[in-house]
């Protein structure tokens, strides 16, 4: 917990080729621990600079622009960072997190599609894009203003019955790809099976797994 010497020591052993990585993070600890803001994040900027294959720099820096309702300079800096490795789908997935954060669900939703070209089995991006779809459907019915009697209200439910059936896949892609990561897929999917009416044996798994989550 010496922090100005974790500071000190770790400036100079980031030049080191094996090492620089992990003290340019022991550096951003250090300053954040100390509550000094303006050099954690400096430091995250160079660390990204220094490091740009190493997601922690980044990741911490999206959280604290979302975090602080700076989303602009977020997207400053992450479209700075796409610009520079358009191609690198970490960066491509963070532009869809912040756009998930402001509530921009199509705009998420590009951006996962870019990260899952790039990286067909980037999970956490068809779990984002499975979630932006839902949360499309919860808005849409939320915001609806007509009756069950009305005449437009089966054309309604057959638009929100379309985002459901998108996640679908979403979902289940996630799955197939991290089975054991729960998380990232067994609320969700249960959700659609249900929204959507499918019922079967498959549906009774995913129903027990999600009650025995929540004892």
């Given amino acids: 917990n010496d922090y100005p010497s974790a500071i000190k020591y770790g400036l100079i052993a980031r030049n080191d080729k094996e090492n620089g ?33 190493n997601n922690y720099f980044f990741g911490h820096l999206v959280d604290y622009y979302s975090n602080t309702n700076k989303f602009e300079d977020a997207m400053a800096f992450a479209d700075q960072m796409i610009a520079k490795d358009p191609k690198n789908p970490f960066f491509l997935y963070v532009k869809g997190y912040l756009y998930q954060s402001m509530k921009k669900f199509d705009k998420a939703i590009e951006f ?17 894009m499975g979630l932006a779809y839902l949360s499309q459907a919860i808005d849409y019915e939320a915001n609806l203003k007509i009756e069950f009697n009305d005449p437009k209200y089966k054309g309604e439910q057959i638009k929100i019955k379309k985002f459901y059936e998108d ?10 790809l991290k089975p054991g990561s729960k998380e990232l897929w067994l609320s969700g ?3 659609v099976y249900y929204k959507l009416g ?10 027990k797994e999600v009650e025995a989550q929540g004892k």
Avoid at 167 to 176: D, F, H, L, S
Avoid at 198 to 207: T, V
């Fill in 112 to 128: 996962y599609k870019k990260t899952t070209e790039i990286d067909p089995k980037y999970t956490e991006a068809y779990s984002n």
């Fill in 21 to 53: 990585n992990s003290a340019m993070q022991l550096v951003a600890e250090a300053y954040k621990a100390q509550k000094d803001t303006v050099n954690w994040v400096n430091t995250l900027k160079d660390g990204i600079q220094s490091f740009s294959e």
């Fill in 198 to 207: 499918i019922g079967g044996p498959e549906f009774d798994e995913l129903a």
């Fill in 189 to 191: 999917l249960y959700s």
């Fill in 167 to 176: 996640a679908k896949p979403c979902y289940e892609k996630a799955r197939e």
